[in-house]
């Protein structure tokens, strides 16, 4: 698998990922709007790039084939690693690939961005990507309860880490 900088003519196959608005809201906690549109969608990682610094990422495999997505920025100030709007091609789901994504995701913060650890949020109701996040190696640091709306649901938040792993010689 290979990790590359996410292109504008990426923008199609992506948007075939999230058909549905209750999956959108857990991608994304409708920061972007629904359904995915193009300009909506690099208008927000324009803003996303000036005021965090986020760089959005495609992970594809050998062939070429997109398999995953993410956001990542990183914090100069606590040396920590952000991933955000994580995404796994549904084809794809179940087949371990969320855990292949996540490890490039991190191996791209440790290595090349000397993270010291990396982040992310997710809602605790989903349920398959924090069972993906914990097989990735990434611990709950802490959970705010009902944080989000969705319709007539309330969503907690769950703050997620994974700590570098220091090499002992």
Request: aromatic fraction near 14%.
């Amino acid at each position: 698998m290979r990790l590359r900088t996410f292109l504008q003519d990426d923008f199609q196959t992506i948007k075939n990922w999230i058909t549905d608005e209750r999956t959108h809201a857990m991608w994304c906690a409708n920061l972007i709007k629904f359904p995915l549109e193009k300009e909506n969608f690099f208008s927000v990682i324009k803003d996303f790039g000036s005021r965090f610094g986020d760089s959005p990422f495609l992970v594809t495999e050998d062939n070429g084939n997109a398999v995953g997505f993410f956001f990542y920025s990183l914090n100069l100030e606590t040396n920590e690693g952000m991933l955000k709007f994580v995404m796994v091609n549904p084809a794809m789901r179940g087949k371990g690939i969320g855990a292949k994504v996540l490890s490039l995701a991190a191996k791209y913060a440790f290595d090349l961005t000397k993270a010291g650890s990396l982040q992310l949020n997710v809602f605790p109701e989903n349920i398959p990507a924090v069972k993906c996040y914990k097989r990735a190696g990434f611990i709950e640091r802490s959970t705010t309860p009902e944080a989000f709306s969705f319709k007539d649901e309330k969503w907690g938040r769950c703050n997620m880490v994974k700590v570098k792993e220091e090499v002992k010689i």
